[in-house]
């Protein structure tokens, strides 16, 4: 859902990077940012997990994977794709908020 007092693109969110087309690399801290992270490296394939305490060659490694991979390139305008037909007038993610709000 987006709102006016709150600037999506700028909050950087996982949601939104994924319905930009953006290749990520995440560096969760806590609560649902691992999570998060797993869905972006190993389900969606969009995106590096950079693992704790490896220091600066790990972020290294992960820039330039998120940089260089031409599949993750591709996994992500699918992504981007299937984003942009969900939040159509028909779309299922117009759908469901619909019908959220007529149960409301």
Known sequence: MIVGW???VERNST???LAAGVPTVAFP??????TNAKMMEDVWKTGVRVRKREGHEE???CVEMVMGNEEMRRNVKKWKDVAREAVKSVGSSTINLQAFLDDA
């Open 29 to 34: 801290q806590w609560t649902d940012q691992e």
């Open 59 to 61: 972020i290294e490694r």
């Open 6 to 8: 709150c600037s999506q």
């Open 15 to 17: 949601v939104e990077a």
